[in-house]
Nanobody
């Protein structure tokens, strides 16, 4: 059973920055991809950013140029650096890891951006 633990969320003013971390209980090199999703109350969970096993990255249009996904294989951790935060970025952020025949979610972490 793979565990993913998010950290780094909290309250920040608009224009500020936060860095989320997703620590995995196993080697992140075994994952096909690791994603960050977010969800607000009453809305569907939406993809924010993805990093693949090969290191390729993809971003949702609404965060491109502001957010950066990266990883530290030695620490089995994936990061989401969030800059120029807006009130619309307020959500619960989830880490998601995909393996060939399974997938795992973290428990989620709240990010609140005050305007």
């Amino acid at each position: 059973q793979v565990q993913l633990v998010e950290s780094g969320g909290g309250l920040v003013e608009a224009g500020g920055s936060l860095r989320l971390s997703c620590a995995a209980s196993t080697s992140i090199g075994s994952f096909i991809a690791v994603d960050w999703y977010r969800q607000t109350t009453g809305e569907q969970r939406e993809l924010v950013a993805r990093i693949t096993r090969d290191g390729n990255t993809n971003y949702a249009n609404f965060v491109a140029g502001r957010f950066t996904i990266s990883r530290d294989n030695a620490k089995n951790t994936v990061y989401l650096q969030m800059n120029s935060l807006k009130s619309d970025d307020t959500a619960v952020y989830y880490c998601h890891a995909r393996l060939p025949v399974s997938e795992y979610w973290g428990q989620g972490i709240q990010v609140t951006v005050s305007s």
